[in-house]
């Protein structure tokens, strides 16, 4: 069965370093989109794309992220300057039809 | 005012109950609608879609009501596996792009 995939699955960094964090779609479908959980709240979503471009934002995704579908497979999203309220857990998933399936999450610890 | 809003939480219940989640959304243009599952630390999986006519997978009931912006899901003979958060999503698509807004969740502990 198809499935999304995230690397790494821990990524601990230092304030203000820039980080990158990785997924792989499901290859046929359309919408991607990042989503984080801070520990114990709720899962908030951040970005979708469609069609190499971002279809909507929140207000969390502010200047300092940024979406990339470099090469067809990979969907990146880039945090430039990181800061501690950035820990959190990282989802990215992708959708057919109005269906979406996530990816195992990438931890993000900022200290 | 929060765009969806679940039953605070946590329900503890034994084996075999029913158990029934209850939701509210403030998006009138909210165009779909589900349950989603989340254990402890791990990505949120998709356990059912809410259609308007209701819809039941073995389990697993669940309900939507447009008019009052309601949705519910109903889990009958509940299992220890049953334990989990029970996240209520609704997707809204506007001009500009579409988004899920994810419910704050209630966990569920099955108790043998």
């Known amino acids: 069965e198809p499935e999304v995939t995230q690397t790494p699955s821990h990524q601990v960094t230092q304030m203000g370093q820039e980080v990158i964090l990785r997924c792989v779609p499901i290859?046929?479908?359309?919408?991607f989109y990042w989503y984080r959980q801070i520990l114990g709240q709720k899962v908030e979503f951040l970005v979708s794309f469609y069609n190499n471009e971002i279809s909507e934002k929140s207000e969390i995704f502010d200047d300092q992220f940024s979406v990339e579908r470099p090469d067809g497979s990979n969907f990146t999203l880039k945090i430039r300057s990181t800061k501690l309220e950035d820990s959190a857990m990282y989802f990215c998933?992708?959708?057919?039809?109005?269906?979406?399936?996530f990816g195992p999450g990438t931890r993000l610890t900022v200290t | 005012r929060k765009e969806v809003e679940q039953d605070p939480g946590p329900f503890n219940v034994p084996e075999g109950a029913t158990v029934a989640f209850n939701c509210t959304y403030s998006n009138s243009a909210s165009q779909s609608f589900f349950w989603y599952r989340q254990d402890c630390r791990k990505e949120p999986k998709l356990l059912m879609s809410v259609y308007s006519s209701g819809n039941e997978d073995g389990r697993f009931t669940a309900q939507l009501n447009r008019a009052s912006q309601y949705i519910s899901l109903l889990i009958r003979d509940s299992k220890l596996s049953d334990s989990a958060t029970y996240l209520c999503v609704v997707k809204l698509r506007d001009n500009y792009g579409q988004n899920f807004v994810f419910g704050p969740g209630t966990r569920l502990s099955v108790l043998p």
């Open positions: 998933a992708s959708e057919e039809g109005y269906e979406q399936y």
């Open positions: 290859s046929n479908h359309l919408y």
